[in-house]
Nanobody
Framework: QVQVVESGGGLVQAGGSLRLSCTGS????????MGWFCQVPGKEREGVSA????????LYSDSVKGRLTISRDDAKNTLYLQMNGLLPEDTTMYYC??????????????????WGKGTKLTVSS
């Protein structure tokens, strides 16, 4: 049974930094693409960043470019999202997802097969 579990959310002041983690189990982690998504209540889940198997390709949404860095440690079955220069508008739930596809739009939720339950980030102004 494939599972991905997020951790690392919390409360941080604007301008601060935080690192989210996502640990996978029940899968050959290194063979899977991984993504981070966020979702504000009442809105659709939005892609934040994605990383291909092997880590050779990464993608970011325009709103986070230059502030967030996605990485993976396949030896630890763990995905990371280093978040710097946090803004109050970054406040939301963040979800980890994994899947075997890497198409033309890896920031679309439909590419992913398995999802975590999310971790909450709150950025205070």
């Amino acid at each position: 049974q494939v599972q991905v579990v997020e951790s690392g959310g919390g409360l941080v002041q604007a301008g601060g930094s935080l690192r989210l983690s996502c640990t996978g189990s029940g899968l050959t982690f290194r063979n899977y693409a991984m993504g981070w998504f966020c979702q504000v209540p009442g809105k659709e889940r939005e892609g934040v960043s994605a990383i291909k198997w092997g880590g050779g390709s990464t993608l970011y949404s325009d709103s986070v470019k230059g502030r967030l860095t996605i990485s993976r440690d396949d030896a630890k079955n763990t995905l990371y999202l280093q978040m710097n220069g946090l803004l109050p508008e970054d406040t939301t739930m963040y979800y980890c997802a994994t899947g075997v596809a890497w198409g033309s739009s890896p920031l679309l939720a439909g590419y992913y097969d398995y999802w975590g339950k999310g971790t909450k980030l709150t950025v205070s102004s």
